[in-house]
């Protein structure tokens, strides 16, 4: 059974920080690139990063020198370090697997940050 479970949301002001965590299951993790979405409130939902399987990594402009995706692939764990937040950062951040059975998703997890 396919699972992706993100913790680690939370409020927090402007200019601070966040850890998310997403547990995957292991079948999915060690063979697929994983990413990061967030979808705020009327808007779509947007790539944050992606980690491929043997480490390279890509960010979406808004992030990039603030966020840092990284895996642990012993504990089948993708990790996003968000650093400098700001107000637009506000989202559901959602774990992914895109694999050769379709694309798998987490159930989210809320991160608002206050200005």
């Known amino acids: 059974q396919v699972q992706l479970v993100e913790s680690g949301g939370g409020l927090v002001q402007a200019g601070g920080s966040l850890r998310l965590s997403c547990a995957a299951s292991?079948?999915?993790?060690?063979?697929?690139?994983m990413s990061w979405y967030r979808q705020a409130p009327g808007k779509q939902r947007e790539l944050v990063a992606r980690?491929?399987?043997?480490?390279?990594?890509n960010y979406g402009d808004s992030v990039k020198g603030r966020f840092t995706i990284s895996r642990d692939n012993a504990k089948n764990t993708v990790y996003l370090q968000m650093n400098s937040l700001k107000p637009e950062d506000t989202a559901v951040y959602y774990c992914?697997?895109?694999?050769?059975?379709?694309?798998?998703w987490g159930q989210g997890t809320q991160v608002t940050v206050s200005s």
């Open positions: 992914n697997a895109n694999t050769i059975l379709g694309a798998f």
């Open positions: 292991r079948s999915i993790f060690s063979r697929n690139d």
């Open positions: 980690i491929t399987t043997v480490g390279s990594t």
